[in-house]
């Protein structure tokens, strides 16, 4: 099956800055989504992003499927956006995501 | 967009007791949906794939005698841990494709906390 790494595993930031992680996978993709797992659990969908470019406020993403691999861009950091950062990707029909192991982001003010 | 709700959100039980946590796709049909299940600082990992009306699809080395589910309608799909242990804690959340809504996009319910005592 697909293969999907996240890197860093780890960042910490100081707040305002900006920061890029990035996720690699192994085969083509009909899907790759980026998500925010707040810490109550919940999954909060970011980007459904399997080709192009996305922006929503200070959060952007792209992804180069020829490349296999996706970015996902932080401007202007928060602490609120502390938190893990998921990729998950699916290369065919109705196949289920396979996740990241995440990015855990620390915003410090 | 799509919502996908799961009930319980937290549910505390006795080691040898059974669970029941419902899956429900609220405004779309889901005739797939799939179960992921998190230990704490650990990624998803995909549990299996339930398909309305036919049996479920395990992933290697997940039990399917111990976690029974059931897809009876289109919009609601349940996962059973049987005879739960104290390792089966965990966070168990469920996730539900949308097709007819033109895209493979995948949507996910809050989770739910399972402790098991």
């Known amino acids: 099956g697909i293969q999907v790494e996240q890197s860093p595993p780890d960042l910490i930031l100081q707040e305002g800055a900006n920061s890029t992680l990035r996720c690699n996978f192994s085969?083509?993709?009909?899907?790759l989504q980026w998500f925010h797992q707040n810490p109550w659990g919940q999954l909060i969908n970011l980007f459904y992003i399997p080709s192009g470019t996305k922006q929503n406020g200070r959060l952007s993403a792209t992804t180069v499927a020829t490349e296999r691999y996706s970015l996902l861009y932080i401007s202007s950091s928060q602490t609120t956006d502390s938190g893990v950062y998921f990729c998950?990707?699916?290369?065919?029909?109705?196949?289920?995501?396979?996740f990241g192991k995440g990015t855990r982001l620390s915003v410090i003010a | 967009g799509a919502v996908v709700s799961q009930h319980p959100s937290r549910v505390i039980c006795k080691s040898g007791t059974s669970v029941k946590i419902e899956c429900r796709s609220l405004d779309f049909q889901a005739t797939t949906m799939f179960w992921y299940r998190q230990f704490p600082k650990q990624s998803l990992m995909l549990m299996a794939t339930?398909?309305?009306?036919?049996?479920?699809?395990?992933e290697q080395g997940v039990e399917k005698d111990k976690f029974l589910i059931n897809h009876a309608s289109l919009t609601l799909s349940t996962l059973t841990v049987t005879s739960a242990h104290p390792e089966d804690s965990s966070f168990y959340i469920c996730?539900?494709?949308?097709?007819?809504?033109?895209?493979?996009?995948?949507?996910f319910g809050p989770g739910t906390r399972l402790t098991v005592t």
């Open positions: 085969d083509s993709v009909n899907n």
């Open positions: 339930s398909n309305e009306g036919s049996k479920a699809t395990y």
């Open positions: 998950a990707a699916r290369n065919s029909g109705n196949t289920p995501l396979v």
């Open positions: 996730s539900a494709a949308a097709p007819g809504r033109g895209s493979y996009e995948q949507y």
